[in-house]
């Protein structure tokens, strides 16, 4: 897996002061998308056990209350386990809370295994794609009005979407 940049102290993405990963790779290709450059799985640097251990130690830090991972595309991390091991290693270590930032649909995301595998360790999830003719720039989090926000623990225990109230 590739990596765009990790920003150690994200106030604009997700509630509260958070540390926030950019990966490189998406496939969805959205018109409007502020994030062309990141649809190239080999833009930026590649992601290391040492980079990961950082990254780690960041989110440690008592300022951080949690993740966001955006891209790229968070859900084409599949071709190896660096995304899934890296959400596991937050939960297990640091138990703060993940966001995640999804071009893909929740009701397709839980039916591709290793999809569904990424999207296990996710407490919020931003789904679908950015539709330029949808854009708000008054949303909370997402950029068009499309995107859903969901409590993924919520949505799991209710059997249904369930939008995060904020």
Known sequence: MNYAKIRKFDVSNGPGVRAT???????NNCAGCFNKDLQDF????????????????????????????????????????????????IKEETNKSIWLWSGYIYEDIINCRKKSEI????DVLVDGRFELDKRNISLKYRGSWNQRVIDIIRSKENNKVIELEY
């Not at 990963?21 to 496939?27: A, W």
């Not at 999207?119 to 996710?122: G, K, M, R």
């Open 42 to 89: 080999n833009y930026g640097n590649k992601w290391t056990k040492e980079v990961e251990d950082e990254f780690i130690k960041q989110i440690k830090n008592p300022n951080v209350v949690g993740v966001n991972i955006l891209g790229g595309e968070p859900m084409d991390q599949i071709k190896d386990k660096c995304l899934p091991n890296l959400l596991k290693r």
């Open 119 to 122: 999207l296990s360790y996710v």
């Open 21 to 27: 990963l950019f990966v490189s790779g998406c496939t």
